[in-house]
């Protein structure tokens, strides 16, 4: 295993637990969009496919389906964590044909052109270095190869998703991100994804907007999720208290109050942007 860049993943670890306890909401919402991929990605029997930042493995099994006896997926995350709960996905799917172990986006110690095809759904920008992370997909795919990212659009276009930390800065709890730090929106720039991949010796072949749709039955399950997945919410849990916790809590959900129904549950639009990208 390759050395991994420490603070970054232990932040990770701790949330793989609430990871894995929303799996299925996370699902819910994102099953479609890594329909897309898998479909964009094309896996053929026989095929070796990787995926890169799996979290709880679900885009990477759908490709599973269609890779046969004879083909593998190779799934991978930086974070033991993650990859243990992959692996108890995999046994629930009944999969036998995934092989699941820890590995550094960066530096992902495979072979170059070892690969058919890789997959990295709301992982690249992420990884500290993620044009490190777009290089080393170019040079494991085989050429003739195929890569399939997703990455989240702008934040305004994704209120489930940047309320809590919206709320923290207009509360003077955190400091504006630097446009390069590691963040769920670092890439939503479609030219600066695009330049990503065609720096790294991709061709970009597609690069599209698919829509996600998010769905709480109140205020309240939109907050357990947020408490379980995100490491801002348990970063400044830490720090602040319970009754500042109840006023973050209480601002970031004035974010997505338009969203709600008369019965209190949430309907939220969000957006995501997919690249299809092959290796000439
Ligand atoms: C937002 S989650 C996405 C998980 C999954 N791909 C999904 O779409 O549900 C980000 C994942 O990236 C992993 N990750 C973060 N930094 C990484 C790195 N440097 N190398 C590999 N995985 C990393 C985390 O452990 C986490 O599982």
Redesign the pocket.
């Known amino acids: 295993m390759n050395e991994?860049?420490g603070d970054?993943?232990e932040s990770?670890?701790s949330?793989?637990e609430g990871?894995a306890r929303q799996r299925e909401a996370?699902?819910r919402a994102?099953r479609a969009l890594?329909e897309r991929m898998v479909e964009l990605l094309d896996p053929r029997p026989g095929e070796r496919v990787l995926?890169?930042?799996?979290?709880?493995?679900?885009?990477g099994f759908l490709a599973a389906a269609r890779l046969g006896p004879e083909g593998r997926l190779l799934s991978?995350?930086?974070?033991p964590e993650?990859v243990a709960a992959a692996v108890r996905r995999a046994e629930e799917l009944g999969l036998t044909n995934v092989e699941l172990s820890v590995?550094?986006?960066?530096a992902t110690g495979l072979p170059g052109a070892s690969v058919d095809g890789a997959l990295?759904?709301?992982?690249v920008m992420?990884?500290?270095d993620c044009d490190a992370?777009a290089r080393e997909l170019a040079r494991v795919v085989r050429p003739g190869g195929r890569v399939v990212l997703?990455v989240w659009a702008e934040a305004r276009g994704n209120p489930w998703l940047s309320a809590v930390g919206r709320a923290a800065l207009e509360l003077g709890l955190i400091e504006r991100p630097t446009p390069d730090e590691?963040g769920?929106f670092r890439l939503a720039d479609p030219g600066r994804l695009r330049r990503l991949v065609e720096e790294a010796g991709l061709r970009v072949d597609v690069l599209e907007d698919a829509e996600v749709t998010w769905r709480a039955a109140s205020l309240d399950e939109w907050w357990a999720i947020a408490q379980d997945t995100s490491q801002l919410v348990r970063t400044l849990a830490a720090r602040l208290g319970e009754a500042g916790l109840a006023t973050l809590r209480e601002h970031a959900a004035g974010g997505l109050r338009a969203h709600a129904r008369p019965d209190g549950s949430l309907v939220v639009p969000g957006k995501a942007r997919v690249v299809l990208a092959g290796r000439g």
């Open positions: 991994l860049p970054q993943i990770w670890r949330v793989a990871w996370l699902w994102t890594s995926e890169l930042a799996a979290g709880s493995g679900d885009t991978t995350d930086a974070a993650m590995v550094d986006a960066a990295c759904r709301f992982g992420l990884v500290p992370a997703a590691p769920p």
